[in-house]
């Protein structure tokens, strides 16, 4: 009786935007705009024949206590313009991009993609995200910010015009489109013919109850922040339900979240590289930052490697600007914090190494491969977004030991099948879209209501 046949792991990797965890200081760390950086981790990607090369974006640099904050990068080009350089230097990973749908307009951002699908011969994709605060408004026209709600419908009505006008073709000429909907009031001609794959691959980062919806009415791939494998075993099972309920087959959307890989020659050797990495990117500075984001006050006198102080007597202020509060309850979370500290005997660097720190999979590269084809093959996720502590180099240790063991198993490719990544995907040709679509005959004009 043949054996049944093993689930295929799907791999990205990312070069982060707004955050502390990537060690800029690091020695062998790149630049944060020099495109030698992207190239190399897109290419040694490809050597490792994953699916994509993903970019995050943050659309304004945070601000704690009114300076900026300390390891963020700055002076970052464009996701797309790199995406675009990126597809001269590679030939068969996919290249995705984040881009908000808050700050965005549908023609220009459709544009910008479906160009990038066709200079990369069908290897596009966009991570949809939306964006929360007055703070990153203030770098837009509109300024502001949307409420909460207003935010995930403009974002579908978004999705849905981009869709509009890469189907606005008919055969090799534009059609007349006209859209009338909520937020979104177009007519035009679309002068990008559709690409190589029809639709770019979307990507959505859905975890609140109105996100995993969103997603599931959108997305070919969610991107999770649910990477320990019994969290992710019931984050994915949730999407699937989700899907099921919306009439989608849940085998057509991958779950694929952010994890961190540390390797290390004996297990012993990969618990010390993963503390000395932990330590390493929660600098003395960072930790009393970070510590600040949920106490909400000042704590610039506290020596970081000291002991935690008191928790606040009531819900302190907002410090930072540009992210949202690490926790939901920052009081109680304090007070929770501050009890295990005391517990533990723990420094308040220590405190925030262990709550804001975290690396999913460390061991030896042959722990790494039978852990990662495990946690596909019983439903964890369907793959893994890997960006190394120190760019660019950070994936290539598990790129030269960790996939040829992943290749033996059976569950990695050794050669890209397809020309496009929706069929490296194993998406199919078309992508799902929720309710009925918009159809047209030849010839006619397109209109849409939302």
Do not use: C
Not at 11 to 33: E, F, K, Y
Request: glycine fraction near 10%.
């Amino acid at each position: 009786m043949p054996l049944p046949t093993k689930r295929r792991l799907h791999l990205a990797a990312g070069v982060p935007g707004v955050n502390h965890w990537t060690i800029w200081g690091a020695p062998g760390a790149g630049s944060q705009i020099d495109f030698s950086t992207f190239e190399h981790v897109a290419r040694t990607a490809e050597r490792g024949f994953f699916d994509y090369f993903f970019l995050a974006e943050g659309l304004r640099v945070r601000e704690h206590k009114a300076r900026l904050h300390e390891l963020d990068v700055a002076g970052r080009p464009d996701n797309f313009s790199v995406l675009a350089a990126a597809a001269a230097v590679t030939e068969h990973i996919g290249l995705v991009g984040t881009a908000s749908a808050t700050f965005n307009e549908p023609y220009d951002l459709a544009r910008r993609i479906a160009s990038l699908d066709h200079l990369s011969g069908g290897r596009a994709g966009w991570n949809i995200v939306t964006s929360s605060d007055a703070f990153t408004g203030a770098n837009f026209r509109r300024g502001g910010y949307l409420a909460y709600p207003d935010r995930y419908r403009r974002a579908a009505e978004f999705v849905e015009l981009s869709r509009a006008l890469w189907d606005s073709w008919d055969g090799d000429a534009p059609q007349h489109y006209r859209f009338d909907g909520e937020f979104f009031d177009t007519e035009g001609w679309f002068p990008v013919a559709p690409g190589p794959q029809g639709h770019p691959v979307l990507v959505q980062a859905g975890d609140s109850g109105d996100g995993r919806d969103f997603a599931v009415g959108t997305a070919d791939v969610v991107f999770s922040r649910h990477g320990e494998p019994e969290a992710g075993r019931t984050f994915r099972s949730d999407i699937r339900a989700r899907a099921l309920a919306a009439g989608r087959d849940p085998d057509g959307i991958l779950v694929i979240p952010a994890v961190s890989v540390v390797l290390g020659d004996t297990p012993a050797d990969a618990e010390e590289r993963a503390r000395e990495t932990q330590f390493a990117q929660v600098t003395p500075q960072t930790a009393i930052h970070l510590l600040e984001q949920v106490w909400g006050s000042d704590l610039s006198g506290h020596d970081p490697e000291g002991p935690v102080p008191t928790p606040p007597e009531s819900l302190g202020e907002q410090l930072t600007q540009g992210q949202a509060r690490r926790v939901d309850d920052p009081l109680a979370a304090a007070r929770a914090w501050h009890a295990e500290a005391v517990e533990r005997e723990w420094s308040i660097r220590e405190l925030v190494v262990a709550k804001t720190t975290r690396h999913e999979f460390v061991g030896t590269p042959s722990q790494i491969a039978e852990r990662l084809d495990d946690a596909v093959q019983t439903g964890a996720a369907d793959g893994y977004v890997l960006s190394g502590s120190v760019v660019p180099h950070g994936i290539d240790e598990f790129v030269d030991r960790v996939v040829p063991l992943l290749q033996e198993r059976g569950v990695l490719r050794t050669a890209y099948e397809h020309p496009t990544l929706r069929e490296n995907l194993g998406l199919g040709d078309q992508p799902w879209v929720r309710g009925s679509a918009h159809h047209r005959a030849p010839g006619e004009q397109t209109e849409l209501a939302s």
